[in-house]
């Protein structure tokens, strides 16, 4: 039921940001990405992609507007991320944010950025994610690489 949502957010916010990440081809090569940027302190500028009327907000209003639309960025991206790896929506009615589970291990992505967002040892969890994403990605595809090809006779 959420799944299809959340993925058209989430490419909907990867044609937002793709000319500043022209090389992320997978939802969580864009993640990873944006996790960096964010650390790197370019929050600013990956809201105003998503968001170009941010350019227009008064000065003492665009810092909480900018952190609002980064967490709504970060949250779809990484949902996004996770259930290319397999996760799965759960019934989330009473959680703080929406629950996917991911190899047993029960995800809140809206509540880690909320976290990652107010404290910036929490944001470091999202670099550890971004890398344990992007690990689970590069062990896929070793996996196919391994695989020895398909056997085929030529056609006469």
Known sequence: MFRPAIVALAEKVARSLAP?????????QLFAGVVRAVAAGNLPTIARYVEPALDG???????????????????????????????????????????????????????????AMKDEAKAHAMLVWAERLESLAASKLLEVSDTPPALHTPAP
């Open 20 to 28: 500043l990440h022209p090389d992320a081809r997978t939802p969580t």
């Open 57 to 115: 907000v008064p000065h003492p209003q665009h810092y909480p507007l900018v952190t609002l639309v980064g967490a709504g960025v970060l949250t779809a991206l990484f949902e996004h991320a996770l259930i290319e790896h397999g996760a799965e929506v759960e019934a989330s009615l009473g959680e703080p944010s929406l629950v996917l589970t991911l190899d047993a291990e029960r995800v809140l992505p809206g509540e880690l950025v909320a976290a």
